[in-house]
């Protein structure tokens, strides 16, 4: 997969949808009533990374403070939804050592590897970092872990939403309608090809976590040392 011309796709269809006022909200992000939970393998950028993601932040927020913006304890890439977010779903349902066990064994295989962030895309609903891995240790990861989870009786949904091929963070979801749009769009502009910075996975984690990965809601499984 070419990522830039994904992002590239992505970034362009979004701008065209907010300029039109065809972005999408979620309306859960402040719902008490959202129990959506699952099981996700994940990576965190260093400090200094996640510290330069905040001038984007603080950007946006002086123009739009009402908008959902992820504080840096929460900012992450997936590497694998193991088991997508969904209502009634509690990690007492799963034997949690199996899962160890399983991502250990595909670990074993992967040496610790680069991602670069550099610039931001877009969806209709949210503004993301654009990660771009380095070497092929991160599809080898997730290939290993589909063939794995697949051949096992553990429970699973991966892929089911759709194949995660990138390396993004999501950092700012819509809640709230847009009222300077064009003024968020020139920083969005400005960010578009911004040097966020290159970090070392040499770390991954296992963990339960609500669909917004929100710390609070969030319980750290297994961590994992490359």
Known sequence: MNLQAHYNQLYESAIKKIKSNNYQRDFLIDSPDDKRFGVTLLVRPSENIKNKIQFLLDDLKQIDPIQYYYPSTDIHITIMS????YEGFRLDQISTSEYIELISSNLKEIDKFNITFKGITASDSSVMIQGFPTDENLNNLRNGLRNSFRSSNLKQSIDKRYTIQTAHSTVLRFREKLLRINEVLEVLDYYKDYEFGTFEVNEL??????????????????KFHL
Request: hydrophobic residues 35%.
């Open 82 to 85: 193991i088991i997508s977010c």
């Open 205 to 222: 984690e296992l963990v339960f976590n609500d669909w917004y990965q929100r710390k609070n809601n969030s319980k750290l499984i297994k």
